[in-house]
């Protein structure tokens, strides 16, 4: 990105290539007596790093030294915003100045345009995660197994053992405040029986997997993300792609299989427990025998509810391991990065789950 320099005074120095020692002398920096102003021309800067804004500061508190000052033309506002420093400085320093007449102001369509274009740029690296996971979780897996024996099974207690006791006891208590919501209806219209059929059709089909998945975006999502994140900031992935070790099948591959093969059974799981907590109810404030509950619950339940209540949840953790993966391999930064992915995969990935539940409601 090309920068240009000028001193406001007789003598304009158009920087050269690469801002090396003679760019510096020429321009007086170091053991130089120009006290005049130095403008640095940001009109064609796309965007600035870290390394940036250290040059850039660096170069202010030299031209204090000489008495002069350093003027920035052509800020565009996002570059304006990463230049925090220029609010943290004392007061009693001299102060970043910039030319607003000069800055680049974008309009309406300009921060539009921008929005799509980084939307799309984020769907296509999305989707490369997708691909790159479902490749190597299934047929990779014939050419190359870098992942380390036994992880499957540490996967598999991580992701789905653990979840065990909230997946329940959360299933359970939505099963009790459900039933007890529609029991009090139901009971003024003499119509309790019709309890069982509801709560047991509602948990099958929809409250059991979409429970245990938004239950496992909030714990497992995350958890993944954080893991990734911090394997990034601490360079392990290219530790890993150093030694020749595929890094996408070598962490989401076994995390892959083991929440397709766990969530089905923790969504199994959740659904007892809400038709069970539907049982409390039925019995105990309807005055319902457990012999009618049994009879009527046979009635309705059919091995295609349950079909289709294992297929929702296994795309579901699809969903949740594929959002968790690609938030955590996309940080850049430091602490502050691995949080703010963080909770982006835990939000995205629950809006996307029942955006998805919405879908499946319509063609299931």
Known sequence: MPLSFSKQKDLTIKAAPALDSAWVTQCGLIGGSHSGRLVLDLSKTERIDSAGICFIELVRRLRKEQGGELVLTGVSDKISAQLSFKKSMPPQAAQLIIDEASAQKENFLQKLGGSVFEGGKSCAEALSVLVEMLYWSTIGFFKRQDFKKGGLYEQMYLLGYKAVGIVTLLSFLIGIVLSLQSAMQLRLLGMGVFLIPLIAITMIHQMGPLLTAIILAGR??????????????????????????????????????????????LSIIATAAGIFGGYIIAVFYLDLSTSLFMSELAKVVKVKHILTGCFK???FSWLIIWIGCYFGFRVRGGAESVGRETTSSVVVGIFIIIVANAIFSFIL
């Open 220 to 265: 497992t999502g995350s958890a993944t993300t954080a893991e990734i994140a911090t394997m990034v900031v601490g360079e392990e992935i290219d530790a890993l792609r150093t030694m020749g070790i595929n890094p996408m099948q070598y962490i989401m591959a076994p995390k892959f299989w083991a929440i397709s093969l766990t969530m089905p059974l």
């Open 313 to 315: 949840s296994m795309v």
